[in-house]
């Protein structure tokens, strides 16, 4: 099902030559031909377990725009999986391409209000199909897919990662957390004693550490102590970036992701990668990066539904 592991490709922009700074892509988008990027390396663990448990049905939740939701929809078009996806918000809001997408691929979409969905995330499985009306107790697969159960589907990044004591950093995108705190387990695993620092990039406003989603699932696998040591150790965050949710930007701000996206020849989106590497190289031009870095940045996907 996984096409790995992903090609690693050098990538030349103006602003990191001029700091002396090495940038390569991780091209995790190539995963998959429809299933892309880190959505597929969270979501495969939990569709197996699901299998394995005997259930026929899932229930996850996401945004109107939600890739989570798209990969989903998929995988359980793949594996005959009956899949509902609980939707924050309604068409209303205005037309989404991802839930005509998700419908197709024969998902349920249950689209309800904010104050609902935040309600609905605090209940267990049964708890929820009593509530929706649901015919059996479905497998609960959690908000982005960001779980204990997700992290070793991440971590396995890091071992496909080679000469991984000649890079200084692992870039990548932050939602819910989960793409992070995975990158750093794989790392806390490593004999290496010179290793890359995960440096996970907030495409949301207001952080100003890991989101809970992200620490609580390695919390749970590890407990709290070996999770704040892994944490401490292992990534650094970074949430300074001008970015509201995850809606369009300003075209202002689109049109500098499409400069970007012609420059490095990588399609990108205006939700996760296109946001972090615009925010990265921004870092790069404010020298806070030393010269003579070299990072790999984690392409997670992100275009089949918010493409430039």
């Keep these: 099902m996984l096409d790995v592991p992903t090609p690693i490709q050098t ?155 000649s890079y200084h950093w692992i870039v990548c995108a932050v939602g819910t957390g989960g793409t992070a705190a995975g990158l750093a387990w794989g790392l806390s695993q490593r004999p290496e004693k010179t290793l890359p620092k995960v440096l996970a990039i907030s495409t949301l406003r207001g952080y100003d550490a890991l989101p809970a989603q992200g620490q609580t699932a390695l919390v749970d696998k590890v407990g709290s102590k070996l999770a704040a040591q892994i944490l401490a150790r292992h990534l650094q965050f970074e949430g300074s970036a001008p970015w509201g949710r995850y809606g369009k930007p300003t075209e202002a701000v689109m049109q500098r992701m499409r400069t970007l996206q012609a420059a490095t020849s990588l399609p990108l989106d205006y939700v996760y990668t296109g946001k972090v590497l615009l925010q990265l190289e921004h870092m790069v031009q404010c020298g806070y990066l030393a010269r003579g870095s070299k990072l790999l940045f984690l392409h997670t996907g992100g275009y089949q539904s918010a493409p430039l």
Excluded: W
């Excluded at 609902?116 to 609960?140: F, K, R, S, T, V």
């Design 11 to 165: 990538v030349n922009l103006q602003a990191f030559e001029q700091a002396g700074i090495m940038l390569l892509v991780k091209r995790d988008d190539l995963i998959h031909p429809q299933i892309i990027g880190n959505k597929l390396r969270k979501s495969l663990p939990h569709i197996q377990v699901c299998l394995q448990s005997g259930h026929s049905s899932l229930v996850t939740f996401g945004g109107r725009f939600s890739n989570h939701l798209l990969a989903i929809a998929q995988a359980g078009q793949q594996t005959g999986l009956s899949t509902t996806g609980i939707v924050r918000g309604t068409d209303k809001l205005g037309h989404s391409v991802v839930l005509d997408e998700c419908r197709r691929l024969q998902m349920n979409i249950i689209a309800v209000n904010p104050n609902q969905y935040d309600a609905l995330l605090q209940l267990n499985a049964a708890e929820l199909a009593a509530n929706l009306g649901l015919d059996m107790i479905p497998y609960l697969l959690p908000e982005g897919g960001t779980s204990s159960v997700a992290l070793d589907g991440v971590a396995q990044i890091i071992e496909e990662i080679t000469e991984l004591d």
